[in-house]
């Protein structure tokens, strides 16, 4: 029987876009799911569910290139847990860039992590403009994708995936500048207010942050 662990490793977990696409492919796939959002308590719960399972689905946010520290110090748990039938691992993963291939190297992670403790690494799919893309008209792109892959882990297929929003960078980082300036507003940070920092290197808002941060 096809039994799915979706496991969310974004820290936001529960405010996150990881859970919206989580959401979606559970509304796809045809087989049994289980889920859960990754925490600091929560490690040996996840890891005993995970026995008597057929697939896992690792669903996390693209954090400095990499797995989120949420993930990693989760699979530093899994790594070290026994498990007699090991599942099948599928990732969906999703980062701010438009380019869905930015999502490489954490893939990479993930696969040598399989590879490591032996997993079978199977399908994933690599979202771009992973944040914006479900506020669009377009977002049924990105739930077609999904349901693609909800079609493969319930199939048993093997399948590399991946979407991102047909704008050209010009446009994204126009459209993306102009979301964030409108954000930062909500704040009382201002485009001009955040364009230069102090001797120390903070905003010039008065945030906390340091500039770049």
């Excluded at 979706?6 to 979606?24: H, V």
Aim: aromatic share 10%.
């Amino acid at each position: 029987m096809v039994k799915t662990i979706i496991i969310n490793g974004s820290p936001r977990a529960p405010k996150s876009n990881s859970k919206l696409y989580a959401e979606i492919f559970q509304k796809y796939y045809s087989g049994e799911t289980i889920s859960f959002m990754v925490n600091k308590k929560n490690h040996s719960e996840i890891c005993n569910h995970i026995e008597g399972c057929s697939d896992i689905l690792f669903v996390f946010p693209l954090y400095a290139d990499g797995i989120p520290s949420t993930l990693l110090n989760f699979l530093k748990t899994l790594e070290t847990y026994q498990i007699e039938s090991k599942p099948k691992v599928h990732i969906l993963i999703n980062c701010g860039f438009i380019e869905p291939e930015q999502n490489n190297v954490a893939l990479d992670m993930m696969h040598l992590f399989c590879k490591q403790n032996k997993y079978e690494f199977c399908s994933t799919l690599a979202i771009g403009a992973g944040e914006a893309f479900l506020t669009t008209p377009l977002s049924f792109l990105v739930k077609g994708k999904i349901k693609k892959l909800a079609k493969l882990i319930a199939n048993r297929k093997i399948g590399h995936l991946s979407v991102t929003l047909p704008l050209s960078k010009q446009s994204f980082v126009k459209a993306s500048t102009k979301y964030w300036i409108k954000y930062g507003e909500k704040f009382g940070c201002s485009k001009e207010s955040t364009e230069g920092s102090n001797k120390a290197g903070f905003c010039k808002c008065g945030c906390s942050k340091r500039k770049g941060e």
